[in-house]
């Protein structure tokens, strides 16, 4: 029955836990447990080995009320089925509890507050809604350290109500003591005024510890904005010096501007050739000593853009390095007067821009995954609730959205240049995810997806769930623009309690026709925050390495993951391009939400030690050029799921498709049209059918292996057949696929056998199973 001698932070800190006796029933009474409240989060446990894994119970302060019940008794609940009986060991220590609960209770209803309010405005639970520029990052900063100033400033607040509570009671006690004569009852008055005494204290105590974090966290602020100032000023210094050389250099070459054109008017007035000739070959000149003069200068300083395009069109030595940069200015006409007047001519399929609204059904997710913790995603009975209407298949089309770049990078003469495309293709695909809180369809084993845009963008996609535990969906485009794409995609996902964790696994190839370049990289990891307790965002991190096993170039690209105390960019993503001998020639630059841009290399050295003590490495560019912006979301988008122009259509019926394709999905197309209960009811249909199908073939394929074991001899072929060796417990294979080792990688993966789109052009599809 004693209080724990561990000592506990001040009921004014984050964090406060100790021993404290729960009413569990009629039989057993009070029983003594560990409490830890933190962020707005009461949890208990058995005892405190226990923290590291079992939890029984958490309520949240937010929506929870609060009462006194004796001098050692407290209730709190939440107003539904949770509710805690709780003793102290005295008054003193309930009185603590109860501060330290009404300070977390303040700070939860508060955050709570704000994040229903602003949305997804920049806050310590949430990343900001948008990546800016420099000025905006700052701005964010000063933001958020005002937010949190703020909300110490409510902390004394609070300490200061609770201040003025137990002062008054204090009051009533004084003035009862001196009402009394000196009887019996005077030993306890004397004792309850000692306890409203010693209250008080402790209340003081919260307080000047709250005063004592203002004043640090408003010091250390202080310090972080005058060095910001410095920087500022440093850098407005070397500004000035560097428009002074600019003005000097400016002024040399209107000198030599001058004396040129007197030269020429000499040339002129002497020569006896054309004047049309002469004037030409003159000009020339001109501009070959125009380029020479500011050449040095394109290292540090963007030139005028008409000069830059007149001198790279006469200079050959500078052709090569600017051509890449106009070029990407203007491909996009290029690609459109490559089109056949035929099939210009022909009126193109006109797609839905719009879905039904999402509706407003509320369901607690902690409800559902606290008894998940660790387990695979996958194999977590979920309702349609924390779905999108569309599977995984077409979530994997969906890395077609900018299909564009790849048939710019097909146009390339450069493999470096050609390299910015597909890495600025390879980020491309996340761009879709930054709103994108809801989990896509687990596609059943054999179901396909088919994305056939040929008339309007060249290409057809097929995709097929190859294997259902683990999930695997193999994936194949072909475009008539000169490129091919194919990957096997394996999902794997860990529940963590606060954030869950998906990391897909496999190799993503692209292959262009002109020079044969074969490009491989690999995607991130994904992240969903705030599972528990506030709004759900996701984020990207990771490095990715994309491989050109052709020339031996290289793009490697980091994903910065967000930090609450960075002062970069959020979502920044970064990169540089290097040949086979590591050289750098591109350095990639941008955000995985927004757009990327890219800058060819003149020169590059070593700067000084980072904070880690390794060299940084210092890349002199050109100007930098965008590769890459997102497109903006359809109108509404905030009620249809955050879709892109492209998602919305591709759930869209389709006459032709196979019986298998996710576009007859009957769960998912309930869904789609707002029947929730009705899809939940068709999702348990369709995986206790997959289930039976898979049980049935494990049974199959345990009689083969019994009976192929009972005969007397085996084929020496078998033993060395890989097909054989390899062979799952479960036989299924795939329709449209097939399994071989990928000669680049060395995987065991899935590629395209052919047929589909055959198959398709004769409407036969007998050899589809019926999984719908």
């Known amino acids: 029955m004693s209080e724990s001698k561990t000592p506990t932070p001040t009921p004014a800190g984050d964090t406060y836990k100790g021993w404290v006796f729960k009413w569990t029933n009629y039989i057993k009474g009070y029983q003594r447990r560990w409490f830890v409240l933190s962020n707005g989060l009461l949890s208990y446990y058995r005892t405190q080995a226990e923290m590291g894994h079992t939890c029984r119970g958490t309520i949240n302060l937010a929506t929870a009320t609060i009462s006194v019940d004796d001098a050692c008794n407290f209730v709190i609940s939440n107003g539904g089925a949770q509710t805690y ?31 229903d309010d602003s949305g997804d405005d920049f806050s310590p639970s949430s990343p900001p809604t948008a990546p800016g520029q420099g000025g905006g990052s700052q701005n964010s900063e000063v933001q958020s350290a005002l937010r949190t100033l703020g909300s110490k400033v409510e902390d004394l607040s609070t300490c200061n109500d609770l201040i003025s509570k137990h002062g008054s009671a204090l009051q009533r006690s004084l003035s009862e003591l001196d009402s009394l004569r000196m009887t019996g009852e005077a030993g306890d008055k004397i004792r309850q005024v000692t306890e409203r005494a010693t209250l008080f204290r402790i209340t003081s105590n919260a307080m000047i510890n709250a005063c004592r974090d203002f004043l640090a966290l408003a010091q250390a602020h202080s310090r972080r904005w005058q060095k910001a100032l410095q920087a500022e000023r440093d850098q407005r210094v070397r500004l000035e010096e560097t428009l002074e050389q600019l003005a000097k250099q400016h002024n040399h070459l209107e000198r030599a501007f001058r004396g040129a054109s007197q030269a020429n008017a000499t040339a002129d007035n002497q020569s006896a050739s054309g004047p049309g000739k002469g004037e030409a070959s003159d000009d020339d000149d001109n501009e070959f000593f125009d380029a020479m003069e500011e050449a040095p200068e394109f290292i540090t300083v963007p030139a005028d853009p ?10 050959s030595g500078f052709n090569s390095e600017n051509c890449p940069d106009d070029q990407s200015l203007n491909e996009e006409p290029l690609a459109m007067n490559q ?99 809801g989990k896509p369809f687990n596609p059943l084993l054999g179901e396909t997806y088919e994305l056939d845009r040929r008339r309007e963008s060249g290409y057809r996609s097929l995709c097929e769930q190859v294997s259902h535990h683990p999930p695997a969906a193999a994936h194949h485009v ?36 002109k020079g044969n370049n074969h490009y491989t990289w690999k995607k991130v990891t994904t992240t969903v925050h705030n599972i528990i307790v506030g709004k759900l965002w996701i984020d990207q ?56 841009e890219f800058s060819r ?56 498709v196979a019986p298998t394709d996710s576009r007859r999905r009957p769960d998912q197309r309930l869904m789609e049209d707002g029947r929730w209960d009705e899809a939940n009811s068709e999702k348990q249909r369709l995986e206790e059918k997959q289930r039976g199908v898979r ?34 417990h479960d036989s299924h294979k795939a329709l449209w696929f097939e399994r071989s080792e990928d000669p680049i990688t060395g995987e065991q993966i899935h590629i395209y056998k052919g047929g589909y789109w055959e198959a398709k052009d004769r409407g036969s599809w007998e050899e589809c199973p019926e999984i719908f």
């Not at 008409?306 to 200079?315: I, L």
């Not at 606290?370 to 924390?386: A, T």
């Not at 390495?545 to 980091?558: A, S």
């Open 306 to 315: 008409q000069f830059h395009k007149r001198s790279s069109s006469n200079v």
């Open 339 to 437: 089109e056949s007047p035929s099939q210009e001519l022909v009126p193109l399929r006109k797609r839905r821009t719009k879905i039904s609204d999402k509706p407003n059904y509320s369901l607690n997710l902690w409800s559902i995954m606290k008894n998940c913790i660790g387990k695979e995603l996958s194999k977590i009975p979920m309702p349609v609730n924390f779905n999108e209407p569309i599977s995984m298949l077409q979530r994997l089309s969906e890395d077609l959205e900018y299909h564009e770049l790849l048939d710019k990078g097909s146009k390339c003469q450069s493999s470096l240049e050609q390299m910015c495309y597909v890495a600025a293709f390879s980020v491309s695909s996340y761009s879709t995810t930054v709103y994108r809180t």
């Open 541 to 596: 991190s990771g490095e990715i390495d994309v491989v050109n096993h052709t020339t031996g170039d290289r793009c490697h690209l980091k994903f910065a993951p967000y930090s609450y105390f960075s002062r970069d960019v959020a979502r920044k993503v970064t990169g540089v391009v290097t040949d086979k001998d590591g050289k750098a020639h591109y350095v990639l630059s941008g955000t995985w939400d927004e757009k990327m």
């Open 695 to 728: 049980r049935e073939r494990e049974r199959e394929a345990a009689s083969q292996r019994t009976s192929s074991q009972s005969e007397e001899a085996v084929d020496e072929d078998s033993l060395t057949d890989p097909s054989l060796k390899s062979a799952p």
């Open 601 to 656: 290399v003149m020169q590059s050295s070593r700067g000084e030690n980072g904070s880690e003590g390794k060299q940084k490495t210092v890349y002199q560019t050109l100007k930098a050029r965008e590769v890459w912006k997102r497109n903006p979301l359809p109108e509404g988008a905030e009620t249809m799921y955050y879709f892109t122009s492209l998602a919305l259509t591709l759930n869209e019926l389709e006459e032709g």
């Open 85 to 115: 009986h709780l003793k102290a060991s005295c008054e003193v220590e309930r009185q603590r509890w109860i501060t330290a609960l009404e300070l977390a209770k303040a700070k939860a209803a508060r955050m709570q507050a704000e994040s």
């Open 478 to 513: 072909i475009s008539n623009r000169g490129w091919t794409l194919r990957q096997e995609i394996t999902v794997a996902s860990k529940f963590r309690g606060k954030y869950l964790s998906i990391m897909p696994l496999g190799t993503i190839h692209a292959i262009f026709e």
